[in-house]
Structures are given as structure tokens and as C-alpha cells.
């Protein structure tokens, strides 16, 4: 059960890289507004990537 926490903390994880990934080639946004909507198509480009799920999640908390 522990393991699958520290699982889910690389996810976590992987997902801040991602983050950093594609917001490191552009230094400026111009707004606030352009970040969301930049962190919001990165969002569905790594998801679109995630296919797995865990049995028996529900036994860990």
C-alpha cells in the first residue's frame, strides 16, 4: 500500500517536470491569463498520456 503512495508522489512529480519542461523555452508571459492557459494545454498533453489506474486505491487512506 506504501509503495503505491510513493507512486503517486513520482506522478505528482513527473507532472511538476512536465510543468517545468514547457514553461522554461518561454521567460515572459505577457499575463497571468497566458500562463493558465498555457499550464491548461500542457495539462491535457500529459494527460492524454496517462492510461493506468490502481486496484484497491480506496485501501490506502
Do not use: H, Q
Not at 503512495?5 to 523555452?25: A, C, G, P, Q
Amino acid at each position: 500500500m506504501v509503495k503505491k503512495l510513493f507512486t503517486t508522489t513520482n506522478t505528482i512529480e513527473s507532472l511538476k517536470r512536465s510543468y517545468r519542461k514547457y514553461t522554461k523555452t518561454k521567460s515572459v508571459f505577457p499575463s497571468d491569463e497566458a500562463l493558465t492557459k498555457c499550464f491548461y494545454l500542457v495539462t491535457l498533453n500529459i494527460t492524454k498520456k496517462w492510461n493506468g489506474s490502481y486496484r484497491n486505491w480506496d485501501l490506502v487512506f
